[in-house]
């Protein structure tokens, strides 16, 4: 294991501070494991801050936690604030964004990798943050922004830390008022979630070995949290 130092990836604002915020005295920055660059590695523990997707994440990690305590740092912004900069970098307005994040997102990555919550050696934590989102006008973004594209994402604050050890962490997410059996569907509404996210949800618990399968109504899956 081999520490390479700061700036040899090129990553976002945000990526960076949240390394930066996370990392104490005697950890390895960049550090070389097994031909893959580890954000931190912390004696026997290695930390890999992941702010976007997992697909690329769930290939590095299925060798290395193998052979090694893992962590992964998601953050979830709870508060954000959308930069508005012109193509030359001017600044051109800020606002706060009606939308919240909730921890239940943590779905949308882990459906890409629910297994690796199976191994011993795989914890995850979501890091609830206050951030700015830049926009730039190039013309470049999608058309639900009218052009606008995403330049960045600027950490404000971490506001708190919830770690997921094992799989039943998971399945304590599971709203107290769901009634048994249930579908996607009624977890969406037990949880004021949206539909596509109760689906992730569900799919990712049944993978993790905390929902169970018993049956339909209509076309949809019927589940029981008994295991």
Known sequence: MTNNGIGTRKESSLHAALKAWYAQPGDLIEADVDGYVIDLARGDLLIEIQTGNFTALRRKLTGIVEGHRVRVVYPIPVERYIVRIANDGEALSRRKSPKRGRIEALFTEMVRMPRLALHPNFSLEVALVREETIWRDDGQGSWRRKGWSIADRRLLEVVEQI??????????????????????RDLATAAGLPRALAGKMAYTLREMGQLTPIGKRGRSLLYSSEI
């Open 163 to 184: 770690v997921f050890d094992s799989p039943a962490d998971y399945r304590r997410l599971l709203p107290e008022s769901l009634v048994e059996p249930f579908t996607a």
